[in-house]
């Protein structure tokens, strides 16, 4: 049975507010933050769907001290705070988020090897995008973190999601994470052991926000620098050019449900025998390349993404039993449907 995270996590609820509430609320956490925040900022743009509505507040941090400021201004105001990465992994309602979205800036940026008594490490900063990681692991002559150049996510958010793909996912090489708990105004150390990582999710809740992680690394053998064996640079290039042939591009999250059974059968394909591969609902369409991804029209609806995935999880319910759960994060919708087996999933 799966623990439930946020059972007592009153951030996390969804709670449906008026609009002078929600407005009072912001009054309350510019008033605390200042220019930190930024008022009704986009945030559809910033996620690959590119679709969805604004921020009631936007804080882009600079420091860990500017997370937990942001954090607990938006707890003390009873908002729900988000962190976003890349947004590869998010569906903003049309309607926007009525809560805290913070951003981290360029401080998050960092790359470092460390040498340590059990081998190298590599520390990344949480806003570290996977892909630039997976290179500069391999330009520091460094094996292990390869897979990463095919996920468009940050450090950040692969932990908080346990990205993973080419036979590897974060559990593979994280040693231990830095994290911001908002909830407590503190800057605590956390072992990869000690996050409930588990198939595409982690115990993680969303007062607890990544700031750096380290990862296990390896020195390549003789063999696979250049002498023979497949280099970090080949498997690059191999890991890409496989993203191209088989998976969709324009504007979308990648799979939008988890694969059932911890990974164990494919959600793609159970899409795929209800024969909906290619369905179209609106300005939202069920790829014709990959049929657990879902593209979203330029200029359209979040709202059209959501009742697509409604239309695919209801026929796959009904002709395999299986009720499919969302490894797109929804924020701003105000719905717990596709959370049917973690509900700590909730934003
Ligand atoms: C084309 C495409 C292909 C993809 N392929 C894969 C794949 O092969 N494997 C895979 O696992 N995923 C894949 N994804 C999904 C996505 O890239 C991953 O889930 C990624 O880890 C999300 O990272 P992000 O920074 O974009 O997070 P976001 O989408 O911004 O956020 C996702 C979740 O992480 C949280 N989060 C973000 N940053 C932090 C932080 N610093 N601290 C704590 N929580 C944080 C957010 O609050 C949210 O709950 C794909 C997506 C696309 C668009």
Redesign the pocket.
Known sequence: MNVDANATDPVTQPQPLSRPEVSERVAEVVARLGSLAKVEEPLGV???YRVGGAARVLVTAHSADDVVAAGQAAIEARLPV?????????LVADAGFDGVAVV?GEE?FDISRANTASGPQIVAG??V??PVLARRSVALGLAGLEWMV?????????????????GA?MITTLVGVT?ADVAAGRVIERDAAELGLRF?GST?K?T????SASFRASVPPMADAGHGGPTGEKLLTDIVRW?REN???GQ????VFVNPYDGADSAGRLVDEAGLKGLRHKSAQVSPKHAN?IQADQGGSADDVLELMRIVADKVHSLHGIKLRS???L?GFNTTEFQTEHSE?R?
């Open positions: 910033r996620t690959t988000l962190v976003v990465g890349n947004g590869s992994n998010l981290l998050f949480a806003a995008a996977l095919g996920v468009p996510g940050t450090v950040g958010g692969g932990v908080r999601m346990n990205a993973g793909g080419h996912d994290i595409r993680l969303s607890d926000v990544v700031l993203r998976q969709p591009g979308n999250a990648g799979s991804f490894e797109v994060r924020v999933d934003q």
